[in-house]
């Protein structure tokens, strides 16, 4: 009898649109129309629409006031189960850096060449703040918190200068590389091996903030993470 495992069978059509649409939100970071997100991806309006309307039904993607789409709320819950471990360890140390930098603070993870947010805490006593929401997702060379995971591999003649200072001062700065405008700082979380099991990561818009004192909360949070996992 022949048994068939699924190795060599076509992917979803349909699974793979929705998780791109997920994967297009979580990269530009604001509210999309679905004209935009369909052309971003080479679909049909009414497809994209049907699509978009089955990823709100299980709350992965929401509407806001002007019938923009962006990730929603069931993304978190998804993300919770991600590194259980690591996040339960992280969330305290985040929730610390809210309350002495009053930024948004999140704890990204590698997957293959991607920084990928899983854990985010905004601040609630501030005018206001940046949202950076779990599923977020950028090339891990760009950005702070993907220069951050960078940051324990072995030099080589091709690292970026800005990840060379990075390894000199122990946290990592970035400016308008994810989203224009926007600052973020991070430090890698190491594990057993020295490798970077994850980055912790403030964002904020940078007006006159002590950078360095920044980095130097974000490294210290991210090696109090590191000691609660060994």
Known sequence: MVTDDGGGAPQSQT??????????????????PIMEIGQALGLHRSITYRLLRTLEDHQLVERDAVGHYWLGLGMAGLARGVRTDLQTAALPRLTALVSELGMTAFLVVRAGDEAVTVASVEPHDTAAHVVYRPGTRHPVGRGAPGLALLMPEPASPGDREVLREARRMGWASSHGEVIPGLRSIAAPVLGPDGGARAALAVVFVD???????????????????AAALR
């Not at 699974?15 to 999309?32: F, K, S, Y």
Request: aromatic share 0%; net charge negative.
């Open 15 to 32: 699974l793979d649109r929705g998780i791109r649409i997920l994967e297009h939100l979580a990269a530009v970071g604001t509210p999309q």
């Open 207 to 225: 007006e006159g903030a002590d950078v360095e004192r920044i980095g130097r909360a974000v490294a210290g949070a991210a090696e109090k993470v």
